[in-house]
């Protein structure tokens, strides 16, 4: 039998080896063990991969209970995971994705003296993401859930002497709460309502729910994808989550944690085909939030936070996909996005690498001399964000937005132009960071020579990892990084490149991952026919060319001022954080301050006015216990001959 | 003739609880506080006996035997306590006792 328990068993069991005896691994054991692990579990899954698909078309499932987790009355939840073709595929890129990156770090963390505890970290992270993806009941999922979201919060804040740090995590842990109230309403409905929490039994009875019912939980559990996936409105957290390590950023904020979102409403697909509008509800959040991030995208300056953006918003594509019933899509475009989001996070960590932990693009350059391995990966990083065939993020792309054009969601066609306005912002703000990085002039060299000029020019928004203190002067060398860094961006590269091959549209036999996700999932949306799909890709195509084309007249020809483009409005994401963030301090902070006021005078008052009454009863009577036994002897005596006056006159009468 | 029914010997008993159970009440040394309640005590085998040959059963008798085992172990665990108070505190008063005052 094949053990699928062992593929988050593998990174947990590294993660408790780590924390015994991770300062005695030290660096650089401490990173191979924990690549190994990961390793080991990617082996693992592949092991479960090729056993499923052994088996009939229809019977692609494995379904393993260890033990009862929870018995109480009717409700039972098991520790018990379900290996089908969704979530395996799921594991293939979080375990495989995740080894390159636990290899990369082990190059991009080397000298760090907290080295060991970042790989501890790391393990327990893609355990987390594993038990997520693996765990056959909801709350097996939430669980993991809940351990992908403490290791973000610690992994963001990993270098947390810098307070800026410490608090990106904290938002990101305070974020991601708003949305797990919602996941967790929405299984205590499930529950109420079907009375299981396991997925394989919602299968069957999800039909059977009203339609209000159905699309108050759909929503409930967009509300947790929405915290998880860095959806309008709660994405506040991603772009801030770039302050921890790079290699972070690339596993947790691109790959793998952001997608539980996805994985969630796809899982529920049965549920979300009886849930109406909730499914409109997704589709145009997605969309606007692709929108709204992308615009935010082309204003940034810091290298990381324009990927954070990016991030955002090929989430946004992912949920449009899932709300307009394209499931496939969204798996595919989630795979594809893994790969090259990995890709240029692990890229751009490569160039702040090599450029003295400076995270601004105004001070790159040219750095395509230094840097030819990076510049290389780069290459197909951003080709296949931008959607140019035949680079895998085309096809997913295509995928999406034909999905999108025949779809029955309400106003299906404005979201259609919305997505093709997002592809060609897509292309136009990843040409302007390849250009910034690695074409023009050499710009650190003209920086001022005084230490402070990079304080003057840093924003409030650069989150500069500046743990060693070493400053970008202007006679910095950059330095291409080594082996165990750049081995990983060439074989992401090379996934990025050809991971469109898992779904390609032509006829039906090359439609590989539809054919294997088919049975995991409900209510599949048909494309469009050939010749249309056809068309719309003509249609794609020529809008990244077009955005390319624009950004290189911008940034290279310079035939346009660039601050005409990155409007204030933009850099500041139209302001949604500060939003927040005022009407938190003022009007939010009043609310919650006579909320803790009601909570200390009426709730806990009623509880200290119960305990102090109490012990008061207990000071008046404890008078009655005089200790002196010749008192007691008299109450004895005096009772029994009441006793017994009782009953010689009432009964013996 | 003058007959010595079981009567008497009831309220004989009836007289020895009583001295016995005012003599617990109004004593303050522990020693005859004990002694008092052994008065009780065999006041009450003086009735069980009395009855058990009224009545003509042995229920009677045996509950007697039981009261006398309890009573000798009584004494037992009693006069050590008075004998560890008394070395203790030279005396032996009660009243001068009262560590579980509330």
């Known amino acids: 039998m ?15 080896t780590l924390v015994v005896l991770g300062r005695k691994f030290g660096d650089p054991g401490a990173g191979i063990f924990a690549a190994c692990m990961v390793g080991l579990s990617f082996l693992g899954t592949l092991g479960v991969f090729a056993h499923l698909l052994s088996l009939p078309h229809e019977e692609r499932a494995i379904s393993q209970t260890l033990f009862t987790w929870i018995s109480s009355g009717s409700f039972k939840v098991s520790i018990g995971f379900l290996a089908d073709p969704l979530s395996i595929t799921m594991c293939l890129f979080i375990t495989g994705i995740g080894a390159l990156i636990h290899i990369y770090s082990v190059g991009y963390m080397k000298g760090d003296p907290k080295f060991s505890k970042f790989f501890v970290y790391l393990n327990l ?10 765990g056959d009941n909801l709350l097996l999922t939430f669980l993991g859930w809940e351990g992908v979201g403490a290791c973000s919060y610690l992994l963001i804040s990993f270098w947390f002497t810098d307070p800026k740090n410490a608090s990106a995590g904290k938002k990101a842990f305070v974020t991601n709460r708003v949305g797990d109230f919602g996941f967790m309403l929405a299984t205590f409905l499930v529950w109420v309502t079907l009375g299981t929490v396991n997925y394989e039994q919602i299968r069957p009875l999800a039909p059977g729910l009203a339609a209000g019912t159905a699309t108050a939980i759909a929503l409930l559990f967009f509300l947790g994808a929405t915290g998880k996936s860095a959806q309008l409105p709660l994405f506040v957290w991603l772009p801030d989550a770039m302050a921890g390590p790079t290699p972070v950023s690339a596993l947790i904020h691109a790959a793998t944690m952001v997608t539980a979102g996805v994985y969630l409403l796809t899982r529920l697909s049965p549920i979300m085909a009886e849930a109406g509008w909730a499914n409109d ?36 594509y992912m949920f449009l996909a899932v709300g307009t019933q394209s499931y496939v899509a969204a798996v595919f475009h989630m795979i594809t996005h893994a790969s090259f989001k990995a890709l240029l996070f692990l890229g751009s960590g490569s160039v702040i690498h090599a450029m003295a932990h400076e995270q601004d693009m105004r001070k790159y350059g040219n750095l395509r001399k230094y840097l030819p391995i990076t510049y290389a990966t780069f290459m197909v990083g951003w080709l296949a964000i931008a959607g140019i065939p035949p680079l895998s993020g085309f ?37 302007r960071q390849v250009i910034m990085t690695f074409f023009g002039e050499e710009k650190w060299r003209h920086a001022e020579v005084d230490a402070h000029g990079h304080e003057l020019h840093a924003d409030e928004e650069d989150a500069v990892d500046d743990h060693d203190h070493h400053h970008l002067t202007p006679d910095h060398t950059p330095h291409e990084s080594p082996i165990s860094m750049t081995l990983p961006l060439v074989v992401l590269a090379g996934a990025a490149a050809v991971a469109g091959l898992l779904n390609l549209p ?19 949306h048909e494309l469009p026919p050939g010749w249309v799909q056809a068309l719309l890709s003509l249609a794609a195509v020529a809008v990244a060319v077009i955005g390319i084309l624009g950004a290189r007249a911008v940034y290279f020809q310079k035939k346009v001022d660039p601050a005409k483009i990155e409007k204030p409005v933009f850099a500041h994401a139209w302001y949604i954080d500060e939003t927040y963030a005022k009407f938190m301090g003022g009007p939010g902070e009043t609310a919650f301050e006579d909320v803790a006021q009601f909570d200390q005078k009426i709730v806990d008052g009623a509880v200290n006015g119960i305990a102090g009454g109490t012990v008061g009863l207990g000071n008046r009577l404890k008078g009655l216990q005089t200790g002196l036994v010749r008192t007691y002897g008299l109450g004895m005596a005096i009772g029994a001959v009441a006793l017994l006056a009782y009953v010689v006159t009432r009964i013996g009468g | 003739m003058f007959t010595l029914t079981e009567t008497w010997y009831l309220v004989l008993a009836a ?28 006041a009450v085998n003086l009735t069980f006996v009395s009855f058990s040959t009224a009545l003509d059963d042995l229920g009677g008798q045996t509950a007697v035997f039981f009261v006398l085992v309890v009573a000798a172990a009584e004494v037992v665990v009693g006069l050590g306590i008075i004998v560890a108070i008394m070395r203790r505190r030279q005396s032996a008063d009660v009243d001068d006792i009262s560590l579980m005052r509330g």
């Open chain 1, 125 to 134: 992270f893609v355990a987390s993401m594993l038990l997520l993806v693996l």
């Open chain 1, 2 to 16: 094949t053990a699928v328990w062992l593929i988050p068993a593998l990174p947990l069991l590294g993660f408790v």
């Open chain 1, 506 to 524: 032509f006829g039906d036999p090359l439609k590989f991952l539809e054919h294997w996700l088919e049975p995991t999932i409900v209510g599949e």
């Open chain 1, 281 to 316: 509800v997704v589709a145009w959040v997605g969309a606007l939030t692709a929108l709204v991030a992308a615009c935010a995208a082309i204003a940034q300056n810091d290298i990381k936070k324009v990927l954070a953006y990016s991030t955002v918003s090929q989430l946004g």
């Open chain 2, 15 to 42: 007289l020895i609880f009583s001295i016995g159970a005012v003599g617990l009440l109004v004593r303050r040394n522990v020693l005859v506080m004990f002694m008092c309640v052994e008065l009780m005590l065999n």
């Open chain 1, 395 to 431: 096809w997913s792309k295509d995928e999406i937005l034909a999905g999108v054009f025949n779809a029955k969601t309400f106003g299906n066609l404005a979201l259609w132009v919305i997505g093709m306005a997002v592809a060609l912002l897509t292309a136009f703000y990843m040409t």
